[in-house]
């Protein structure tokens, strides 16, 4: 199958060839809410992307980057879990999940500055975002001088 979407890429078929590579990615690792957790962040600005709640997650190898200054060794995972904020209700309470996005340092990711980028539905399931159009322009923006990881051990701080 990479064989064949490599050559599918390289004849130019950009639709096939993005969703060759967003169908691949990586299962959500089972058990990340036992990583290292953020702490709670709520967004009330209804016209950001990020309206809601959200937790950050960082693996063992994350923990090392962010603890360095935002400098990730090869295979460091962050994981963000965003919850709906129930209307009227009491903002402490999370409401359901909506949504999930991955990062993981893969240096085969050159076009997205060697992180892997995904997102997936409240289910889990890849949804299927392309990763270049749809991630990486806001990390490199804001980020490009931390490894594209915008946020910082001082999330992890609570
Ligand atoms: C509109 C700009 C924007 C877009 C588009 C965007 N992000 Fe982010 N992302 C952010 C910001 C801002 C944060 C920091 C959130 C915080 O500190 O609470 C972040 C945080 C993250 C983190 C935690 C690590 C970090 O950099 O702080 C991951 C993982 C992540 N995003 C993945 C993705 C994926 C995957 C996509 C595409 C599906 C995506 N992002 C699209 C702005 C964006």
Redo the contacts with the bound molecule.
């Keep these: 199958m990479k064989n064949l979407s490599v050559w599918l890429c390289s004849i130019g078929l950009v639709m096939i060839c993005s969703n060759v590579l967003a169908a691949s990615a990586p299962p959500l690792p089972k058990k990340y809410t036992a990583w290292k957790k ?1 702490e709670r ?1 709520i967004v009330t600005d209804k016209s950001s ?2 309206y809601g709640i ?1 937790y ?1 997650y960082a693996d063992k190898k994350a923990v090392k980057g962010y603890q360095a200054g935002n400098r990730f060794a090869e295979g460091s995972t ?3 879990e965003y919850f709906n904020l129930k209307a009227g209700a009491d903002a402490s309470v999370d409401g359901s999940r909506n949504m999930i ?3 993981r340092k893969d240096k085969r990711a050159k076009e997205t500055g060697g992180w892997l ?3 997936y539905g409240a289910d889990g399931k890849p ?1 299927g ?1 392309d ?1 270049v159009t ?6 490199q923006k ?2 490009a001088q931390r490894d ?4 910082t051990v001082k ?1 992890f701080k609570h």
């Design positions: 953020s962040k992307l990020f959200h950050i962050i994981i963000v996005v991955l990062m980028f995904a997102g949804s975002l990763p749809t991630c990486f322009g806001c990390h804001d980020a594209y990881v915008i946020s999330d």
